[in-house]
């Protein structure tokens, strides 16, 4: 009978066992599960916010058409959150090379939608401003779409000039003739901020990607002066820059500077805890726009420094995610999907800080939605398929980690 040790020393196993645990199933997820979790918390969240900051427009004037029913803009965001679901799901289903192929494509398709917006007739203007076209069900705004397009066409760009990075006219010019068109014709609607938005993106890709620092900074001073003409040769624009700076002067409080000291107003008396979901006295009718530009100040007063917080931690673990994400494909040897990660988790982060910003009384007042929050449709629908696309580029970073192949 042969002699058997009772115990095994570790690190020896049979043949069997081995095999067994080389074939054992990954315990690693399919799919980036905290980050679908906090998007639905963001924009449930936003919903519920939404009905509180829009319950009484309806026994406004302006919203007459709405007969009393104050539940309107609550059941709008609900199916906007439910389409946009639906349409997260089929992007979520394109293969990252897919959306690498068709970003040029992409790109002249959305700026034809935006000289479209600008023909009498075919845009719809809402407060002075022409930026949708009308789809019966809802009103689609181009320039939101132009966003998540020029993450990818700029990380498509950056990818196929990688050699020319370090030069001016072959590595930057191309993009700025690009970026510099959809200015304009942003500005024709006008849409100052989805500009700014889009610049920040596209500068922030081609750093990324590795173009010249000294090229990077000279132009990055030039795109200061060119936005600082921009506000100073527009009487409106400079009106607005000098209420900003004086908010609480009686001409400014009454007139440019309405927005931000009601806005003001709400933080104040927010506090620490708030004053109760549904308590917000601003909302009615004081603040403009309570359930679009300036929902975070409807948060701050109903939930105070606290809900303010939560809010912000959200997204910045959301955006700190878009680049651990990014990080993972670059590492991965996956330049395109890491440039668009990154790009996304730009979009998102400066489009809240200025969100926030102007809430707050950091920067002058602009007409940017908080993302996933904020009331309407063409935002969160965009919001979601950009979403859907990071979540592809984790889904095949996953893919690749396992061995697998694309």
């Not at 010019?173 to 989805?194: I, N, Q, W």
């Not at 606290?306 to 931690?313: D, F, K, S, Y």
């Not at 859907?388 to 996953?398: F, G, H, P, T």
Request: overall charge positive.
């Amino acid at each position: 009978m042969a002699f058997q040790i009772p115990f095994k020393f570790s690190g020896t196993a049979s043949p069997s066992e081995a095999i067994a645990e080389r074939t054992r199933p990954s315990k690693m997820m399919d799919y980036d599960q905290p980050l679908v979790w906090v998007v639905l918390i963001l924009m449930l969240f936003g919903m519920v916010m939404v009905y509180s900051a829009s319950i009484a427009l309806p026994d406004s004037p302006k919203f007459s058409y709405l007969q009393g029913r104050h539940e309107y803009f609550l059941y709008r965001q609900a199916g906007f959150i439910a389409v946009s679901i639906v349409a997260a799901w089929f992007a979520f289903r394109i293969p990252v090379a897919v959306w690498q192929r068709f970003a040029p494509l992409m790109f002249v398709g959305t700026l034809f939608l935006l000289m479209l917006v600008l023909v009498p007739g075919i845009g719809v203007s809402v407060n002075g401003a022409r930026r949708w076209l009308s789809l019966k069900v809802f009103n689609l705004q181009p320039s939101e779409m132009m966003k998540i397009v020029v993450v990818l066409y700029a990380a498509d760009f950056t990818v196929r000039k990688q050699q020319f990075m370090h030069k001016l006219t072959k590595g930057f010019m191309p993009m700025a003739f690009a970026v510099g068109v959809v200015g304009m014709l942003l500005l024709l609607e006008p849409d100052l901020g989805a500009f700014g938005v889009i610049v920040c993106i596209a500068m922030g890709i081609l750093f990324l990607g590795g173009f010249n620092m000294i090229w990077f900074g000279g132009i990055g001073a030039i795109l200061v002066l060119v936005f600082s003409s921009i506000i100073a040769l527009s009487p409106f624009r400079r009106a607005r820059m000098f209420a900003y700076m004086n908010p609480w002067e009686e001409g400014n409080a009454l007139d440019k500077a309405y927005q931000l000291t009601h806005s003001l107003i709400a933080f104040g008396r927010g506090e620490i805890f708030g004053v109760g979901l549904g308590g917000s006295v601003e909302k009615l009718h004081y603040l403009p726009e309570a359930h679009t530009d300036f929902i975070m100040a409807v948060i701050g007063e109903e939930l105070g420094l606290a809900g303010v917080l939560v809010v912000l931690g959200l997204f910045y673990w959301l955006v700190k995610r878009a680049f651990d994400i990014g990080r993972q494909a670059i590492a991965l040897d996956q330049f395109f999907a890491g440039l668009a990660a990154k790009g996304i988790g730009i979009w998102l982060g400066v489009q809240t800080f200025i969100n926030m910003g102007v809430n707050l009384g950091l920067l002058p007042t602009k007409g940017l939605t908080l993302p996933l929050m904020s009331y309407g449709g063409s935002g969160v629908l965009i919001n979601c398929v950009g979403l859907a696309i990071l979540l592809r580029i984790d889904y095949e970073n996953r893919v690749l980690m396992r061995g697998g192949r694309l």
